[in-house]
């Protein structure tokens, strides 16, 4: 204890060099906590450096070269220490802080989520995936988490940022209606979703949420299998066709194993002859004669398309009407046999009563009655 005692009466350089990858904060060891008078203070670069005098925090350095000035003098209270069993009422400590970003640290879904998909229904997701923190605010963490301990890793913190991060992806993911089918194309933006949501939170800390990825949402394994069935039958297609080659499939492989007594041979026969029982029905009849060729009758030629023409009032066309329509139109004196209309395949617009088409429904007048 007297070696420390005057070890630290000459040691003035307060630094910290760290080879771990996972140490938040460190507080620099001094003998009572005594810091000299003018001693030394280093912070290097993605450091911060943290000074607390007489229990209070007294500044946050920056990187750089210091010198501290306190009313806390290791020297001077040795001499008045001797009444106090040497013991200095005079107390600084400097807490260093890792400025660097924190990687792959890991969140996850201890149990599943539930939420109502609006193709499947209720179902339970799991998920997991990877964020990264770095250190915004050395002060406040030092208040809300750190304290007095002298060694602050990430393994005091990460439970409770799980924690954290499960409880509010489950509700973003239960409220955003995404369907479950289509997370993985919006894994991207649901992250930076997320991220935005949870940031405020981790500053509560002073910490910032500098990235949060979604590795993976996943179904319970029984609603996968069934998924990989569905996806099986649509990948196999038309089942008839499939069954077909399945069969002779084994055809082969049963003339290819003759080493098994004839008994392969014997069902490779069965099933050769069942197959062609198959084709034969499918192109004639049951006893093996082709039946005659039957050709179904033709189908009708389409009816023909009715003309139609279009109108012309006031200086628009209107329209267009079939040839039913305008005769209508003639009846309840809507149509003169001097309107002029107009169809595809005609020069210009004509006089009703002049296109062919249309000459019906205009009947030449009768000749005046003699002796009128």
């Known amino acids: ?22 140490t938040l904060v460190w507080r620099f060891e001094r003998y009572n906590n005594e810091i000299k008078f003018g001693a030394k203070l280093t912070v290097r670069e993605g450091q911060n450096a943290v000074f607390v005098n007489e229990g209070e925090v007294a500044d946050v350095f920056s990187p750089g070269m210091y010198e501290l000035r306190t009313a806390n003098l290791p020297i001077l209270s040795t001499l008045q220490g001797w009444r106090h069993g040497f013991e200095s009422p005079f107390k600084a400590e400097v807490y260093f802080f890792n400025m660097r970003r924190f990687t792959d640290l890991k969140w996850g879904t201890k149990n599943p989520a539930m939420l109502r998909d609006p193709e499947f229904g209720p179902v339970r997701l799991r998920a997991f995936g990877t964020y990264e923190i770095r250190i915004k605010d050395p002060t406040l963490l030092l208040t809300e988490l750190v304290g007095t301990d002298g060694h602050f890793t990430t393994d005091r913190i990460t ?23 289509d997370l993985a194309a919006n894994y991207d933006q649901l992250g930076q979703f997320v991220q935005g949501r949870l940031a405020p939170e981790f500053a509560n800390y002073g910490l910032e949420l500098t990235t949060f990825l979604v590795e993976n949402v996943s179904l319970p394994p029984a609603v996968e299998e069934a998924m990989d069935r569905r996806t099986s039958m649509g990948v196999i297609g038309d089942l008839k066709k499939y069954t077909q080659f399945q069969a002779a499939e084994a055809m082969r492989a049963a003339a290819e194993n003759p080493a098994d007594g004839g008994a392969s041979a014997g069902i490779g026969m069965g099933m050769g002859m069942a197959m062609a029982k198959h084709f034969a029905d499918s192109m ?89």
Do not use: C, H
């Open 1 to 22: 204890m007297i070696m420390q005692k005057l070890f630290g009466e000459f040691v003035d350089v307060i630094e910290w060099t760290d080879s771990s990858t996972d």
């Open 159 to 181: 439970d409770q940022l799980r924690n954290l991060i499960v409880a509010r992806f489950a509700t973003i993911l239960g409220s955003s209606g995404i369907p479950v089918l």
């Open 284 to 372: 004639g009849g049951g006893d093996g004669q082709a039946l005659p060729a039957t050709a179904a009758p033709p189908a009708p030629p389409p009816l023909p398309a009715s003309k139609s023409f279009f109108v012309a009032r006031g200086g628009q066309p209107d329209g267009p009407y079939e040839v039913a329509a305008l005769r209508q139109q003639r009846s309840e004196g809507l149509l003169t046999a001097d309107d002029l209309v107009w169809a595809e395949g005609m020069t210009g617009w004509e006089k009703a009563a002049t296109v062919a088409e249309l000459e019906a429904i205009f009947p030449p007048a009768p000749p005046p009655i003699p002796g009128s």
